[in-house]
């Protein structure tokens, strides 16, 4: 199975600064297709989670161009510009280029 | 609007069966391919299943393979799935999903909570 490593495992952020979260997959997530099949998502407390991105770098629909993805292979970064209060929660990634489809463990996000 | 909605969880003893159910509504549900997600208390998400549009191909983790059965009938807009032999480690709160176009996993559900214990 492909393991999706994510660091940090929590992030302290102030309010208005920038966060980074990292995802390193245990195999190239390039599909033969030439897709990267690569998603990020958002669990907010109490909530179910979000799409933010997928293939690895483009914004699902409605999400604030605040987020950014980027990577390609094994390495992929989420970036979230200007943090605000509602962008706190539990950030995952997910590969679906090989099955079975796997999770990264989360990244937590909090206020500094 | 993309509507789905879990039901069918509850409390059941290890070995029993249970069968989730999931309501869809606002938009074509014979279009998409669809699947389920859960998340134990207190941890991270795991993909559990998918299903093609017409239920021909369904898609498992060895941690299920065997036991869990995904199904869906377009006619009422309504996956399923089948949870046999059940274990205490498939406690979890068990989401149903819907897919876009480059993602098994677009859209989620409020989730239905199964716990396993004697």
């Known amino acids: 199975d492909v393991v999706m490593t994510q660091t940090p495992v929590s992030l302290s952020v102030s309010l208005g600064n920038q966060a980074s979260i990292s995802c390193r997959s245990s195999?190239?997530?390039?599909?033969?297709?030439?897709?990267?099949?690569l998603s990020w998502y958002l669990q907010k407390p109490g909530q179910s989670p979000q799409l933010l991105i997928y293939?690895?770098?483009n914004r699902f629909s409605g999400v604030s161009n605040r987020f950014s993805g980027s990577g390609s292979g094994t390495d992929f970064t989420l970036k979230i510009s200007r943090v605000e209060p509602e962008d706190l929660g539990v950030y995952y990634c997910?590969?679906?280029?090989?099955?079975?489809?796997?999770f990264g463990a989360g990244t937590k996000l909090e206020l500094k | 609007e993309v509507q789905l909605v879990e039901s069918g969880g509850g409390l059941v003893q290890p070995g029993r069966s249970l069968k989730l159910s999931c309501a869809a509504s606002?938009?074509?549900?014979?279009?998409?391919?669809m699947a389920w997600v859960r998340q134990a208390p207190k941890k991270g998400l795991e993909w559990v299943a998918t299903?093609?549009?017409?239920?021909?191909?369904?898609y498992y983790p060895d941690s299920v393979k065997g036991r869990f059965t995904i199904s869906r009938d377009n006619a009422k807009s309504s996956l399923y799935l089948q949870m046999n032999s059940l274990k205490s480690e498939d406690t979890a709160t068990y989401y149903c999903?819907?897919?876009?176009?480059?993602?098994?996993?677009?859209?989620w559900g409020q989730g239905t909570l199964v716990t396993v214990s004697s």
């Open positions: 999903a819907r897919a876009s176009p480059f993602t098994p996993v677009a859209y």
């Open positions: 997910f590969q679906h280029t090989h099955l079975p489809y796997t």
């Open positions: 195999q190239s997530l390039l599909h033969s297709d030439g897709n990267t099949y």
């Open positions: 606002g938009f074509t549900f014979s279009n998409y391919y």
């Open positions: 293939l690895a770098s």
């Open positions: 299903i093609s549009t017409s239920g021909s191909r369904t």
